[in-house]
């Protein structure tokens, strides 16, 4: 659990992947729960000893994403025109 303040007081995380940054705001990885006033973060760890973090839902809320028949993904900022492939 995280103080729902922290959703719109939190870090922003940012990343790169292939030499493009990317940048989620708190508000889109810390979500309300309904309980107790109580807020949760929606990015997750992977595996256990791994560098493996689950972007999900905030990261696709952020980012417009691409597939191609040949198996590569491309990502987008929303407002952006610029396309990252990966």
């Known amino acids: 659990m995280v103080a729902c303040p922290m959703k ?3 870090p922003v995380v940012s990343f790169s992947m292939d030499g493009q940054s990317f940048s ?3 508000s889109q990885f810390i979500q309300e729960t309904g309980f ?4 949760a973060l929606t ?3 992977g595996p256990v000893n791994s ?5 999900g839902r905030p990261f696709l809320r952020e980012f417009c994403t691409t597939f ?4 590569k993904i491309g ?3 929303k407002e952006s ?4 492939e990966i």
């Open 8 to 10: 719109k007081l939190g």
């Open 24 to 26: 989620i705001p708190p």
């Open 36 to 39: 107790h006033d109580g807020c």
């Open 43 to 45: 990015i997750t760890q």
């Open 51 to 55: 560098r493996i973090i689950r972007l």
């Open 68 to 71: 191609s028949y040949e198996g």
């Open 75 to 77: 990502f987008t900022e």
């Open 81 to 84: 025109t610029v396309a990252v």
